[in-house]
């Protein structure tokens, strides 16, 4: 302490004491601000993490409905495919059975004919008999009818009314041939629209794949790794369950199962295209299906909703190595189990035939070819 002008003592403080005050103060204050400024950061971070995390999933799930919607529009086209391809059978029996036909009615026409020019042989008339007897179409089916029946009568050539019942079939099925290739141009139009709208969805999916693998490339992958994982776990889990129940009254695997399924197995790595069916090249879902049954010597529908309808179905449950697994409502994709919670398909545009698990929340039925 000091004495004041006046006499009285007062307090100070040394110039070294105000300094090392003044550092304790900074140096006091120091930690405690850098401390809420990294839980400020901290929080942050995490907030960041969630953030991404969260727009990683919206992505995926958003992909999975356009994935779906791609399906819908390819399987429209499968089912044009199927409908083209038995349509063109119904074309070539018709055609077949007009040929059959037009065969019958020259070989009646010609022993009409014969009989007819013997008969009236001399009398001037042998040409333009010649030409009533062989021609369909120049002459009302009434007056050609009659001017037969008079030949009939007059030369006792019998079988009339058949060979009149030969031109009216023919008619019959030139009338259907024509309603079928009408049919055919339709299904040709439908068919190359929805193959047009499958590839604009593709095209849709594959942008957006591409920009969020940009954007969250490597958390992206994680999420679809971890997500395979954890289906493959709960496809397995779930398959194990489906052996502790025993069915009855269900047709038995078909013996060339195990065919089938090496031969859907030859084709893994292969390309996934619209409508493809084209053994290591290109297939969609349906068409692997079928070339590997085919493999196996049995013949199945075209497209997924041709194959759910026509094959025996059986429960889910007693799926089979070899059986076709149907999803979604409408179907719109199908693939082949091969046991324990997994099926090998053509997935989508983009992907290749491959190995997954079976979505068993998702399967429409279970579908077994004999």
Known sequence: MTRSANGRFRRTVSPLTGA????????????ASAGANGVVGANRLVQTSDQKQREVEAILDELDRLEEQMDMLAEDYADAIND???????VAATEGRIKA?????????????NVALKTFVGRS????LASILSSTGTLSDAVRRSYLTSVALNTGVSGLDSLQGVIEDIARERKQLESQRTRAGGIADYAKKRLAAAEASASVYTARQAQALRDLGDLLRG???????????????QAK?????????????????????KAALSQLGVTYKFGALSPGVAFDCSGLMVYAWSKA????????????????????????PGDLIFSRNPVSHVGMYLGNGQ??????TGDVVKVYAVSWSKVTGVGRPK
Do not use: H, W
């Open 84 to 90: 083209g391809i038995e349509l063109d059978k119904e």
């Open 343 to 348: 099926m090998i398909a053509s997935p989508r």
């Open 241 to 261: 369950e489906f052996t502790k129940t025993k069915y009855s009254n269900i047709p038995a695997p078909s013996s060339a199962a195990g065919t089938a399924v």
């Open 20 to 31: 090392i005050c003044c550092v304790s103060l900074v140096i006091g204050l120091a930690p």
């Open 101 to 113: 036909k037009e065969i019958e009615l020259a070989a009646m026409q010609a022993q009409l004919q």
């Open 223 to 237: 999420e679809q790794s971890r997500r395979a994982k954890a289906a493959l776990e709960e496809a397995v889990r």
């Open 297 to 320: 010597g049995v013949g199945i529908p075209r497209s997924s909703r041709s194959q759910y309808s026509a094959l025996t179905r059986i429960p889910t449950g007693a799926a089979q």
């Open 125 to 128: 008339v042998s040409n333009s």
